[in-house]
């Protein structure tokens, strides 16, 4: 599968997937393959679990758009979901390996781990460790390290046609704060559409809270098997590692959409392709998911796992089966990606 | 003990040292305090242990003159050599946050990932995941897991007065090797001093035997007390960390040259202040030390733990004490370190 290319190939022109897929054969099989990886010891019958993530300013976050407790606090959350989209119910705490020029000021930096603590504080982390080292540009490393009961662990695979497609919440929000704080174009009336916009995408909440609601929520007699990721890359990508990765494809009947999403242009786009909502999406027995539906209104059912290898999106309208709208996950080594965050697309290619 | 700054103060004039004494207040007292950091649930009598490092290329590292399998080697020992320091005689495996521009040639990264394997197959860990990301410079943030018996911990407090103090080998070979790096003059004659230092610093070996070597040299009787550091930073900086910040001083009779660094200029420079032997420097009960030093001949005896707050060298040829010669620890966010190594020392300076 992989392409041929001569022996002095750079990253960018293997790209992230090729590079990781290049990358896995120096871990065990399997070991990169989730969210989170499982430590091999157990600790009675708990596993440990773990994750890194780095990020990188200019590319992951920017001093103009992100506040620096949004910063620290967005690297907390993000790693916690990891951990939450392998079933993991506990943090123990974070490492943080920072780079940084001498020049940054102590009080940006200051702002950024009290925004770490605020958020590990959430879920009853502490900091760990780490290590501080000068670099030419902000980096923040950081491993979160967590535990998952042996008989509630999360993983990509395992999806099964006939599943529900069940998230843990709406999508769109933190994609459309982001564009605004990219555009200067902020009305922070309290309870307005664009300050829970902003508020999504700087202070989102992982959903370390969703394993105890699907145990709640398991049948009798009916065993773990819950295939998950969380939609960090986005909703598309998430539905891509659940079906398309695993041979499987999707027809999508509703869009979670955020309820205030109302006539928004782009809100599709900003739903299937923003990312960083940091919702599970999973894969479920439909017994299972319908009880999970009932008693959890926040969760919505997005649509049912096919043996086509397409993911098929309703139209609202004519309520005919299509491919989903145009966008592309996130490519680290991309060529096109906006500076200011993560999973900004660049305005225009997503239509 | 804090100076006094304006609120707009930058990381470099906080320098390293009041910069982790300000992070340390973001995590639980005493949870920064070691070499490695002990998660704090357990694993029947193990405990977790955690550590993390992060190298930038031209800051720790160079293309020039290091080979980018001794970038992957020397990441891991390093981080192993850390979790041993806190008596660690377990590795699981290490996480990866990977920064690099998009120009990077793979072949460059693969040998830096198949250094990192085979450093890990030393010590039967493996890769446990990570994370790939763009960024303008080589950054490679690490994190080993290990484990810890509950009752052989090492911390860097607990020396008390008329404790011996000793290292598990010699010191300066890596320096040496560095310096030998930098200025192109390497003979590669396979055994010479030359060929050796290179490798020494290449290629480290991190101490997880020690702790079993303590275990079996324990006198029957002693409880567990052993205060150490790995010598990462040079023998004089582990010396500071377990007699000076703890109120103490040390009277080193007997520096642990290697043997062939006889009438080599700067010996003792490379010895005291070189830095990256990764050897661990241990205060123990005298009757321990002694039973120690004989069953292990690779191991020195330095000198003596002493309540006055001075580390004082005793002269070889005159037998008097007097002060450390001079020179000085690694400092990341220090004015005047030279690109290519992390404890280089700018020639001249530490005369």
Redesign the interface.
Known sequence: MGKV?S????????G?RE??R??ER???PG??ADD??L?????GSRH?V???????EG??FSQTTTPPESVGWRAVMANVSDLAAMGADQV??V?????????????W??SV??G??RALDCHGG????????????V?L???A?G?VDQGGVIRRRGSRVGDWLVCSGPHGLSSYGLSLLLHGEVNSTPGSLQAQAVAAHCYPQARLDVLPRLRASQPPETPWRVAGTDSSDGLAQALHLLCGEQGLGAHVHRLPLPAAFMGLPDAERHCLWGGEDFELVLALEPCWARTLLEREPGFHHVGVVTASRHLLLKDTRTGKLGPLPPGKPFD??G?TVSKAGKNAQPEGTAN
């Open positions: 290319h022996p002095s190939v750079s990253v960018a022109e293997l992230e590079l990781l290049r990358l120096f871990a065990p070991q990169l989170a990886a430590l091999p010891s157990t600790l440990g773990i994750s890194t993530d780095v990020l990188v590319r992951h123990v705490g490492t943080v390996g920072l780079g940084c020029p001498g020049s940054l000021p102590w009080s930096l200051e781990y009290q770490m603590v502490c900091l760990l460790g780490g290590d501080c080292v000068e670099s030419p540009v980096t490393a950081m491993t390290i535990t680290h080594y060529p």
